[in-house]
Each structure stands twice: as structure tokens, then as C-alpha cells.
């Protein structure tokens, strides 16, 4: 009898895994099942709530993709209970799926304070986002909660279509996990130039809700009265259904290097997963999209029965604000040596974090080709340290010399 | 409708720090095409001849031609065009590397720098975003190292940088402006034009790219001439594999390789120095400009123990990287000329000369006749500050450091060979005409060029009517170098040709395979005109008349049409072409009635009539 | 399955390349958006013609949540379908050889994509420094070989591949 894979969730996550589960187990059957009425990529949520994609664009891609990988969809199922002594899932509506391997790849829920305001939302489930699409023309000005990648899509989209938007960031720089102070300064001086009312270091102290507006009163005193506010504060992995189940959880799913779960008929990946990161140094979790790619690819290979390990989690990231756009990769902490390059006037910023003259982050502010070198050069863990030092925007030329495409190899 | 010129025109003001930009004046980019015909119309226009090049009322102007940023087989070239300080006419002097294609990408066709900066200053061009900045932190370093710290200071590994080293800042007459560190500006000292207006650079980067008028058309006309390039002996074999240097031993064998500041034809040791001695040895690779197709630039590196020799200064300059050069031109002037053989010396030499920003003809001619002078005892070591005899390959190198810095002896040096000669009283010593020295094909036993030298607009050149082509070459059709019969004819018609293709934006070297049956149509597909080959021809003529005529004006006349009492009276000492000298009165008279002058070299009204000047 | 090859001691730095292929995918002359670039080493003499070798592991068709990457059934080429980019540039930062880019002026991404089977850049090099031809042959090219080297991370151990 062939294999039976379940594949929990239908993001980003899960299709990665189909197809690689589908490339080295041609004869299995693979169900994936998802909480929605069709799978979607959520990471096109924002265009499509700006209008730039139709709804159909939303789940097309899924639909099409699990269909080239044969697998049956399971829509609607929200799984409540995981019993892994018996291998099988218990769903929201009592159905039951057994499987021989499972992955849980159900992803994350936003932090949201204040779900019990109509007005706040988090745009993060269709339904959600498709009924505030059709308040959109009522719709003039909006409050953001939170600077985060999730926070400035949003942003993005709204601001594109002509809505006001205000920020409030609780850190005194926006974009605190991907951008040093010193670069954020340079974007957000893009955002300000553009309109937006940006309120850093500034939180949400209370609430007023009226018939049709909603005020914000900041721990600095700042009363903003607008029509909604969008939660975008951070998410936190969708791990409560396996309560009981007897999986190791502790923010996440904890995983080994085959993302294998603490059973070992289960994994999981994507942002309910906690993994060793690629400098092997912490375990959590890294809750975007192309680590879930990455995280998905590898659980479905080794659910298929082959031996990858998956080099470890990167933290890396892209977002854009007009024609503002910023990248960063990795390991940003303070306490490592830093090379950098700015110029304010030009909104471009270049840093590296070097530990024994590798990069082990980087971050960089303003349009670049081939930053994906950026990638390459953290995850290489090459000794570049020298070269980048004399002028960091020469990254690319570093990246080749190190992977010896110069026919040369550079000694540091 | 699309085309590959830009048509717009930076115009920087370095006196008030204004950047405005213009709209090419198109009757006149119809009437001279491009680059040097444009640029020089330009400078007629808009300055006095009479005015001291040195001063504020110089105009500086980088310009690109309509092929130059195309895939047009040597689409690289751009032209600085000014007032020379060397010479005192007009000053058109070409470079390659990526400069200007970069500048045609960033949208601009041509900038002209007008007054001068108080304080060192360089220009920024990203695309629309221009400004004036600080150059306090660059000036006085070398082109190399400036290249690189401005490239850091704009973030942009892509950008282009044109500077002026050590020797522009100092006002060398025969300063050049480099890019890519090793191309060059290089006769008539633009680069002290530019150090004069304390510019010390221009970093360029552009991203909106340009387009054709008939893009079939065009790709079916450039393919053309790439294959023309290809199959060629010259453009395909010889100049990749030797790069120009290949001439060594050709004019050598020839009797036309002047040595010892012209006192001999042929160098004893000019296998040691020659293309394929450099090939052998020293060459690491070949280099291409932007969009060439021949790539004869040559990369060298020092043997290590070489590297050690002669050091100058414990500035960033390294030795031990790959350089470019030395070509056929600075071969023979700081080699053969200056009766030195060691080709390591020639090699930084070469490299001092294009860090510190220098023409190396002109500093070779000037250590040479500094040689002649020393040898005759006019200078001696006391003056000089170290031995100068002929073939002493330590003063080549130390002269160069010393001349870019204008540091004792080389301050003499500095101001040229004319004003050498005649600052130590032997002004027969100097080998050149209007001021500009000799390049390095002897006048003597190549009449043509010989008729050339004595008339080039510039001075003493070799590129602006390259009859070698013909006399040694063959290319279009061989004649005897040694026969002055036509001779007039082909001078008028390489001076003519060259103004077409110093307009297009191509590199000369291109007509040793391609000429204007080619190189026309290439233009017409890629800017929507409709020049014929005899349209072109004409532009050529006029681009030449316009030159002259402000040499008039500036007060360069026909009686500078001559060449030194040596060629003309010292015969050839021995060798295949031994008692040769240069029958210039026999080319002459018929050179100005072809022209359309009269007896005293002033175009007639009826010739100017007929050029629409 | 062919695939550019490169033989860095041929380039000489010319850059019609660069001309060829920013044609292709713009229709006009522009390096800036070419998506091979001849990176110039002067101090060492090296002159590196680099893009995407259409490597196996495919970062960037993996990584798009709009299918707008896909690999061309003639030329297994992974190539860019325009209409469907959105512009989203996950790819961009998914690739660890960045050799797909974001063009601000369209708003979409760019990589090289073969130009279904006839390369501009191998038909315009001068110097035959650039050739299409079968990867397996022994003068694979260093980019290959290298592409090869990484994917290793995600190379099958098991036997029945």
C-alpha cells in the first residue's frame, strides 16, 4: 500500500513540502488539508486588497501547484487534535485522517491585543481581509499597529491606493528586527516623505471606539482618530491543538536537522516550526516566507525518506514602501564587529555583521541588484571580511571572489 | 522616435557651482555629427580663440558620438575637447574604457565645464541626480587611488570615474585626463585644463540606457561590420594579440622607428621592448574597451624582482597588480626614443604615467630631448639632479615621478619639449610642430605622415590623419612611404575621415577593417539621419576648416606648418632607409590647393562658402 | 540539457554581453538591466561574465507564491513570466547567487532565461568567452560547477536517486 503523507496547512509551507514529497515518493498519496475554503498564499493578500491581483489570482497558484503534485485537498478542515501514538489528526468537525507521516505545517496567528475592538483587525485570514476590502471605500484613514514586515506591506498596500496611513512602533526605530536604528532613519524618512505619519516609540495606551471612528491614545499622549487600525504586532506559532498530543512544543514545534518533530512519524515547518539557526546558536522561530520554503522543501524530502539536513534558520526578509526598498539577512545583533557604508542624502545604506571576518548578517537599504549574494555570502560563511571592509556596496565583487569564479582564489 | 543620441548636454558652471541642462542644438549636430566635430563647434562658438588655456574662460568638453553606449563594434570612444595649454590650439583628445558609454546611459550626450572652482571639486552624475562635491580628500592623490575612493564615496561599485593625477593638478602641460585607471585623454594636456578649473573628477553612472532609430536595420549594419572586424588580419589577429605594440618591430625593420630623439631611425634593442617580447613575457591578458570587438588594450604584470626596482614614493601605488600598457606609442617614446631597453622600467613608467595622469609620448619626447640636452652637455647632473644619458632606464622612471610632480628637474621637464629646448638654447632639439612632440612613426622615411604631422590641427599627432594606414600598412591600399607623389591627397582624405569617425563615437583602430561605407550607415541606423558617404566626407572637411580656422584666430599660422631642420635637413644615418629626410615642399602647396587655401594656409571664402561656415 | 558556459580566460571585458541580453529584455541598450554582467578584476587581470546558471535547486521559482517562475519545457530554462510577477521580490533575496534582480522601472524581476534557446549574450561575445552547450561535458563551466557544489546542501543521499 503506498504511503500516506498529511501535510496540516496549505501556505507556503505546505506546498514546498508536496513537492518534494511528490518528487521522491511518486506512488504516495498526499492530502493536505487547510482550514480555508482554498488555499492561498498569504503573502498576496496585500495586493490583493489594493486591487492589483483578483481574488481568483489568490488561490490559483495553490490550486494548480497541489493539483501538479496529485495531492486530494482537504478544504475547510481546521485540525483540532493530534494523536501521534495512533497517527492520526482529529479535525474541527470530528472527521478523523490517518497518516503514516505527518506535517504540521499550520503556520501562525497573529498577537492581537485588541480583538475585541470592531474597528482593530488583523488582516491575516481571507475572510478577514475580503470583508475589509469591501469597507475600503469608507474607508480614508487608517492606523497601522506595528512596523514589522507584516505592518509595512500593509501599509504599502493602502498607501498606494491613496489611504492615509499612521504608524505607531512601540521601538524607537521601525522595522526593528530587520533594520539597525541607523538604517531605519533612512526609510523612514522615505515613509514621511511620502505621507505617512510615523509615531515611533510610542504605544497603544487606550482605546476609544466610536459609531464610526476609532481613537488611539498613545503612552506619549497622542490622540489619533481614524477609521480602523490593523494589528500587526507579531504572530505566534498555532501550536495550542497539540496540547496532549505529547509533541515537544516550546514556542514552536521544536524540530531536528531533518525537521523532524519529537515523534518520529511527525515534522513540521514553516512559522509554526522552531529550528537551530544557521550559526547554530539559538533555536526559534523564523516566521517568513522563504524560510518556510526552504523549512517546507527539506520536511518533505525527509518525510520521503531521504537524509537532508537543513543548514539552519536565516532570518531574511524583503519589504518595500514606495519606491523605498530595504533587505536584510541574518544576525543583527550589537555585539559583533560591523562594517557600513551610508549616505543618507542618496537613501542607501550597506552593513555587514562580521564574527571572525565572515558575515554572519547583513542588511541593506535602497534598490541593489543582486543582493540574493547577500544570502549566499551568510550562508557560505565565507572569510570576506578584508574585502567588504574596504568598501561594503562591493559585496558582489567579494561574493565571486570567494567562490573563486575569478579563477582566483582570494586570500583575505 | 527613438535614437541614440541623448540630445541633452550637461552645462557646469564651476565659478557659481550652477548645473543646468540643455537641449543639443540640433542644426549643428546635423552639420558635425558628433563628439569631436560637435564638441569643437561647441568651443568656436562659445570661446575666444586668443584666451590662455590655463585661464577661467577655457571651456572643457567631454562628448560622446551617436555609436558610442551601442553594440557597435568599438562603441566605447568620448573626446575632451578644449583649448590646449601645450599648444595653444585647439585640443581634441580621445579615450575609450567605459566613460562614456556610462555618460550616454546616465542620459547625457556631452558636458561642458565652464569658469573654475575656488576649492577641489568633483562631479556627480547618477542619471537625473547631478551635483558639484567636495574633492579636498581626493585631490592630490593618484588617478588610481582617487578612482577608488570616489567609487566608495558614491556607494557604487559601477560607476565610472575620469580624473586628473598628481600631474593635471600640477598643471603639466601634457597632462591627460584618465578613466578606468588606465585609459586615457592623452595628447595636448587636457588634464591641466581641468586641474586649472580644479575639477579633479567626474563619476558617472547611468541606468536609463539608450536606444536605436531602426533597430533591424541597425543589428544588420553592425553585424556586418563585426564580421569585417573579425575576419580581418590586423583588427582580428594581430592588434588582440600584440595590441599596437606589434608596430615595434615593424617600423623598426622598416627604417622608421625614431630613436635617440630622431637622431637614428632604428633602435638596436627593439626586440627587447617589442610587442612580442611583451606578449611573451609580461602580458597576462588582453582587454577590450566598452562594446570593442578587437580588445587590444594589453594587461601586463612585473616580474617580482621588478617590482622592487626604482621605487619613487611609498604611495598606494602597487606594483604588484596587473596594469594595463604599454602600447605601441609609449613603447617607442619612453623606450626606443629615449634609447632605453629594460622593459620593466618601460612598464612603470608607463604606469606612473597613468596614475599620476600623464601623456606618455609627450613625457618620453621631453625625457628624450632633456637627453639629447645632457648628452651635448647643455645639461648636466648638477642641473638635472641625476644622470641623464640616453638609455638610462632609472631616470625614465624617476624623471616620471618627478615630472608629475613638478619636482626639481621635472618641473623643466613639466612644460614640454619646446619649451625644454629652448629654456637650455637648443630649440633644434625639439622633435614636434605647433609645440606638440612627435609620435612615433619617422617623417623622414614616411612622407605622408610626415605631411600630416606638419598639418594636424592639434600639433604633431598621428591619429587625426593616421597615413601609416597606407605607407606601411596597406590598409586601404598600400603606397611607397618613401614616394611624396599623392601623398597630399591621402593626407586630405585620412584628415577628412578621421573627423567622421572621431564624430561617431568609434575608435580609428575600427578603420584598419571598416571605413566610412561602414561606419555611415551604422550612424544613419542608430540616430534616424541619412548622411551619404560624401555627406560624411564633407562633415570631415568642415570638422577640419572649423579647427583651423581657430588655430588662425588664435594665432597659430601657416608658416607652423613645417617640420624640425632635423627632418628636414638631417638625413637619416644608417639603415634600410639611411639619407632619408622629409620632402615636405614637395606635399605642401599641393596639400593647401586641395584644401581649397591659399599660399598662407587661410581657407578662401569660396571654400568656406562651400563648407557653410 | 544545455546551459552557458563560461571560459573566463577568453573574456576580455567588452561587455557586448551586457548590451546583448539588456536588449533582449528591455529593447534597449542598458547594462544596468542586463541580467549577465562581465565583473572586471583589473588588479588581478580577471574579467568574470556572471548570471543565473540555472541551477537545480531553483530558489527562486521555489520561493514565488505566484507561480511566476517556471522552467521553459525546450530550454529548462527558469524563466520570468512578467504578467503574473507582482513584484513581491521574495525571489530576489531567496537566490544565494543574485542572479535574479528587481528592475524599479517595471516593477517586476529579471533573470536570464536562456532567450528560449538562442543566448544574445553567446551569439554576440566576441571572443567565444560565453558558449551554450551540453553541461555535462568536461568544459563545464565554473559557474556549474560551483552550482552544483551548493546544492549539495540539499543533495538526496539515499540511494534510490
Known amino acids: 500500500m503506498a504511503e500516506r503523507y498529511l501535510i496540516l496547512g496549505a501556505g507556503a509551507s505546505g506546498l514546498a513540502a508536496a513537492k518534494a514529497i511528490r518528487e521522491k515518493a511518486p506512488e504516495s498519496e498526499i492530502y493536505v488539508a487547510f482550514s480555508d475554503a482554498h488555499p492561498y498564499s498569504r503573502m498576496l493578500t496585500p495586493y490583493y486588497l489594493n486591487s492589483e491581483i483578483n481574488e481568483n489570482a489568490l488561490y490559483e497558484h495553490n490550486e494548480l501547484f497541489l493539483k501538479s503534485c496529485n495531492a486530494k485537498l482537504l478544504a475547510g478542515r481546521r485540525a483540532a487534535r493530534l494523536f501521534a501514538e495512533e497517527r492520526y489528526v482529529e479535525f474541527a468537525d470530528g472527521e478523523a485522517v490517518g497518516y503514516d507521516k505527518l506535517l504540521i505545517a499550520t503556520g501562525s496567528t497573529p498577537i492581537n491585543r485588541w480583538a475585541l475592538f470592531e474597528r482593530i483587525v488583523s488582516l491575516w485570514d481571507f475572510d478577514d481581509v475580503r470583508r475589509f476590502k469591501e469597507q475600503l471605500a469608507k474607508i480614508d484613514e487608517l492606523i497601522i499597529i506595528g512596523s514589522g514586515f507584516i505592518g509595512m506591506i500593509f501599509a504599502n498596500a493602502l498607501h498606494k491606493i491613496g489611504k492615509k496611513i499612521t504608524i505607531i512602533e512601540k521601538f524607537d526605530t521601525i522595522l526593528p528586527r530587520m533594520l539597525p536604528p541607523e538604517a531605519a532613519l533612512i526609510f523612514e524618512k522615505a515613509l514621511e516623505d511620502e505621507g505617512v505619519n510615523l509615531l515611533t516609540g510610542d504605544a497603544i495606551k487606550e482605546i476609544e471606539e466610536a459609531a464610526d471612528k476609532i481613537t488611539v491614545v498613545t503612552s506619549q499622549g497622542r490622540r489619533i482618530t481614524t477609521d480602523m487600525a490593523i494589528a500587526a504586532v507579531g504572530v505566534k506559532p498555532n501550536i495550542d491543538f497539540l496540547n496532549g498530543s505529547g509533541i515537544k512544543t516550546d514556542r514552536g514545534v521544536v524540530v531536528d536537522k531533518n525537521m523532524r518533530a519529537s515523534d518520529k512519524s511527525v515534522f513540521a515547518s514553516g512559522d509554526i516550526a522552531q529550528v537551530i539557526s544557521l550559526n547554530q546558536d539559538v533555536s526559534k522561530v523564523y516566521p517568513t516566507w522563504p524560510e518556510a520554503v526552504e523549512q517546507g522543501r527539506a520536511a518533505g524530502f525527509n518525510m520521503a525518506g531521504c537524509d537532508i539536513e537543513y543548514p539552519g534558520g536565516l532570518l531574511y526578509n524583503t519589504v518595500t514602501f514606495g519606491s523605498m526598498s530595504a533587505a536584510s539577512f541574518g544576525k543583527i545583533d550589537k555585539d559583533t564587529e560591523i562594517i557600513k557604508w551610508k549616505d543618507a542624502s542618496k537613501g542607501r545604506f550597506v552593513q555587514f555583521w562580521i564574527e571572525d571576518g565572515k558575515p554572519v548578517g547583513a542588511c541593506l537599504v535602497g534598490d541593489n541588484s543582486r543582493i540574493g549574494m547577500l544570502k549566499g555570502l551568510i550562508m557560505q560563511s565565507k572569510t570576506v571580511g578584508n574585502r567588504i571592509a574596504d568598501n561594503p556596496t562591493k559585496f558582489a565583487e567579494a561574493f565571486l571572489l570567494s567562490n573563486h569564479f575569478a579563477g582566483h582564489e582570494y586570500k583575505g | 522616435m527613438s535614437s541614440s543620441y541623448t540630445n541633452r548636454l550637461l552645462r557646469v558652471n564651476l565659478s557659481d557651482g550652477s548645473i543646468k541642462i540643455e537641449k543639443i542644438n540640433q542644426d549643428w549636430q546635423n552639420k558635425f555629427i558628433g563628439g569631436r566635430g560637435l564638441a569643437t563647434k561647441y568651443l568656436v562658438a562659445e570661446t575666444d580663440p586668443k584666451i590662455d588655456a590655463l585661464s577661467k574662460e577655457n571651456k572643457l568638453i567631454f562628448v560622446t558620438g551617436p555609436l558610442t553606449g551601442t553594440p557597435a563594434p568599438t562603441g566605447a570612444r568620448y573626446m575632451i575637447v578644449t583649448k590646449s595649454p601645450l599648444t595653444g590650439a585647439v585640443a581634441c583628445s580621445n579615450s575609450g574604457g567605459y566613460f562614456g558609454s556610462e555618460l550616454k546611459f546616465a542620459g547625457y550626450d556631452m558636458i561642458i565645464f565652464e569658469g573654475a572652482a575656488e576649492k577641489p571639486v568633483y562631479l556627480s552624475i547618477y542619471n537625473d541626480e547631478v551635483a558639484l562635491k567636495d574633492a579636498s580628500e581626493v585631490w592630490g592623490k593618484g588617478v588610481w587611488e582617487t578612482e577608488e575612493l570616489l567609487k566608495s564615496a558614491e556607494g557604487d561599485s559601477e560607476a565610472k570615474v575620469a580624473a586628473i593625477g598628481p600631474a593635471g593638478e600640477n598643471k603639466v602641460l601634457f597632462s591627460c585626463i584618465v578613466n578606468e585607471k588606465h585609459r586615457a585623454a592623452g595628447r595636448s594636456g587636457v588634464g591641466a585644463v581641468m586641474g586649472s578649473k580644479k575639477l579633479k573628477a567626474v563619476v558617472v553612472r547611468g541606468t536609463k540606457g539608450i536606444g536605436v532609430n531602426n533597430p533591424t536595420q541597425f543589428f544588420e549594419d553592425i553585424n556586418r561590420s563585426k564580421e569585417i572586424l573579425k575576419d580581418s588580419p590586423v583588427t582580428g589577429k594581430a592588434l588582440p594579440a600584440y595590441g599596437t605594440a606589434v608596430l615595434v618591430n615593424v617600423m623598426n625593420e622598416y627604417g622608421g622607428l625614431p630613436a635617440y630623439n630622431f637622431r637614428k631611425a632604428q633602435f638596436e634593442n627593439a626586440e627587447k621592448v617589442s610587442g612580442e617580447t611583451l606578449a611573451d613575457t609580461r602580458l597576462v591578458a588582453n582587454k577590450a574597451c566598452f562594446a570593442c570587438t578587437i580588445a587590444c588594450g594589453r594587461v601586463t604584470k612585473l616580474p617580482d624582482e621588478a617590482s622592487e626596482q626604482y621605487i619613487v614614493s611609498t604611495s598606494s601605488r602597487n606594483w604588484k597588480n596587473a596594469g594595463e600598457g604599454p602600447e605601441y606609442e609609449n613603447t617607442w617614446a619612453m623606450a626606443p626614443l629615449c634609447g632605453v631597453d629594460d622593459i620593466d622600467a618601460l612598464i612603470k613608467a608607463n604606469w606612473l604615467c597613468n596614475d599620476l595622469g600623464m601623456d606618455p609620448i609627450s613625457y618620453g619626447a621631453t625625457l628624450a630631448c632633456a637627453m639629447e640636452l645632457y648628452d651635448t652637455g647643455a645639461i648636466d647632473e648638477k642641473t638635472a639632479g641625476m644622470n641623464l644619458a640616453f638609455g638610462n632606464a632609472e631616470a625614465l622612471v624617476k624623471m616620471a615621478y618627478a615630472t608629475g610632480y613638478r619636482e626639481g628637474f621635472g618641473d623643466y621637464l613639466a612644460e614640454g619639449a619646446y619649451r625644454l629646448s629652448k629654456r637650455f638654447g637648443h630649440p633644434e632639439f625639439f622633435m614636434g610642430v605647433k609645440k606638440q612632440e612627435f609620435p612615433a612613426y619617422d617623417p623622414r622615411s614616411v612622407q605622408g605622415i610626415g605631411l600630416a604631422y606638419a598639418t594636424n590641427n592639434r600639433g604633431a599627432d598621428h591619429l587625426r590623419g593616421y597615413t601609416i594606414a597606407s605607407e606601411i600598412m596597406g590598409i586601404p591600399e598600400k603606397t611607397d612611404p618613401a614616394a611624396t607623389e599623392g601623398k597630399a591627397a591621402l593626407t586630405k582624405l585620412f584628415q577628412d575621415a578621421t573627423g567622421v569617425v572621431d564624430s561617431s563615437g568609434l575608435c580609428v583602430f575600427s578603420t584598419f577593417a571598416i571605413g566610412l561605407p561602414e561606419i555611415v550607415p551604422m550612424i544613419n541606423s542608430a540616430t534616424g539621419s541619412n548622411y551619404s558617404v560624401d555627406d560624411a566626407l564633407k562633415i570631415g572637411e568642415r570638422i577640419w576648416n572649423m579647427e583651423h580656422l581657430y588655430n588662425l584666430e588664435a594665432g597659430i599660422s601657416g608658416s607652423e606648418d613645417t617640420l624640425p631642420k632635423r627632418i628636414l635637413e638631417g638625413k637619416i644615418p644608417e639603415g634600410p632607409t639611411k639619407g632619408m629626410v622629409n620632402r615636405l615642399s614637395e606635399m605642401l602647396p599641393e596639400y593647401y590647393k586641395l584644401r581649397g587655401w591659399d599660399s598662407s594656409a587661410t581657407p578662401t571664402e569660396a571654400k568656406l562658402k562651400e563648407l557653410d561656415l | ?161
Open chain 3, 1 to 161: 540539457m544545455k546551459t552557458l558556459r563560461v571560459d573566463i580566460s577568453k573574456c576580455t571585458a567588452c561587455r557586448q554581453c551586457e548590451l546583448a541580453c539588456s536588449w533582449h529584455l528591455t529593447g534597449s541598450f542598458n547594462p544596468a538591466k542586463s541580467a549577465i554582467k562581465a565583473f572586471v578584476f583589473d588588479t588581478i587581470a580577471r574579467y568574470v561574465p556572471y548570471t543565473c546558471f540555472q541551477c537545480d535547486e531553483a530558489w527562486c521559482m521555489n520561493s514565488c507564491p505566484v507561480s511566476a517562475i517556471s522552467i521553459d519545457a525546450k530550454t529548462k530554462a527558469k524563466v520570468v513570466d512578467k504578467d503574473r510577477c507582482v513584484g513581491c521580490r521574495v525571489c530576489t533575496i531567496a537566490c544565494p547567487f543574485g542572479t535574479i534582480s528587481f528592475d524599479s522601472a517595471t516593477g517586476k524581476v529579471y533573470k536570464c532565461d536562456l532567450c528560449d534557446g538562442d543566448p544574445s549574450c553567446v551569439a554576440n561575445c566576441p571572443t567565444g568567452a560565453i558558449t551554450y552547450g551540453d553541461v555535462d561535458t568536461s568544459s563545464t563551466s565554473r559557474m556549474s560547477q560551483w552550482a552544483l557544489k551548493l546544492t549539495d546542501a540539499y543533495s538526496v543521499k539515499e540511494a534510490s536517486l
